[in-house]
């Protein structure tokens, strides 16, 4: 049997030579890639059936790890202050995008959908990496998340680099997301 360590150090090396990935999140299983490769952002959208102009959410670690994609000149005193209320946890916020946030991450929007993960898999997932990861879904447009690693592999195969084999959170709901330029509330409750 693998250990926890030797899992998240063989996914995590994947992930680095531009693998797409699938790991566990708070309410389902993820896919997962380097956000600055485009070449696996570009394959994660096809395996995933997703137009490239919807966006796509980055989580992290840390609030390091999501830096690189925010603009912190456009960050207001609201938005900082939402951030500390709702980081690390299941809240994902739009927020400005910064000139070096790729714009197959984006889509269409000025903003970047970004979230300090607080589910121990997908950061530990992270902090191996030694980056923040796409995180998506792990299911084809229009079908449920799949909800375990052999689900993942029964649906999607070896068209999925590495699978991280551990427990998902027992939300039941993807994570909320907020709008901080406007604070409507684009998904959830």
């Given amino acids: 049997?693998?250990?926890?360590?030797?899992?998240?150090g063989r996914v995590a090396h994947v992930i680095r030579r531009g693998g797409v990935v699938a790991y566990?999140?708070?309410?389902?299983?993820?896919?997962?890639?380097d956000p600055f490769n485009r070449r696996a952002v570009l394959r994660l959208l096809r395996l995933k059936q997703r137009p490239q102009r919807k966006g796509l959410i980055v989580i992290g670690a840390s609030r390091r790890q999501l830096l690189p994609f925010m603009d912190l000149g456009g960050i207001t005193a609201e938005m900082r202050?939402?951030?500390?209320?709702?980081?690390?946890g299941p809240v994902t916020l739009v927020l400005p995008a910064s000139r070096?946030?790729?714009?197959w991450l984006r889509g269409r929007h000025t903003g970047i959908a970004l979230?300090?993960?607080?589910?121990?898999p997908a950061r530990d997932l992270c902090r191996a990496a030694r980056m923040a990861l796409v995180s998506t879904s792990a299911n084809p447009g229009g079908q449920r998340p799949a909800r375990?690693?052999?689900e993942v592999r029964r649906r999607l195969g070896r068209r999925v680099d590495a699978v991280l084999v551990g427990p998902i959170g027992r939300a039941r709901q993807p994570s909320r997301i907020i709008d901080?330029?406007?604070?409507?509330v684009l998904r959830g409750a």
């Avoid at 049997?1 to 998240?8: F, G, H, I, P």
């Avoid at 566990?24 to 890639?33: F, I, Q």
């Avoid at 070096?100 to 714009?103: A, D, E, K, L, V």
């Avoid at 901080?180 to 409507?184: D, E, F, I, P």
């Fill in 81 to 88: 202050q939402l951030m500390n209320a709702s980081w690390p």
């Fill in 100 to 103: 070096r946030c790729p714009p």
């Fill in 24 to 33: 566990p999140t708070a309410s389902c299983y993820g896919l997962g890639c």
């Fill in 1 to 8: 049997m693998k250990t926890w360590a030797s899992q998240l």
């Fill in 148 to 150: 375990t690693a052999a």
């Fill in 115 to 120: 979230r300090e993960d607080a589910h121990p």
């Fill in 180 to 184: 901080t330029r406007s604070g409507r």
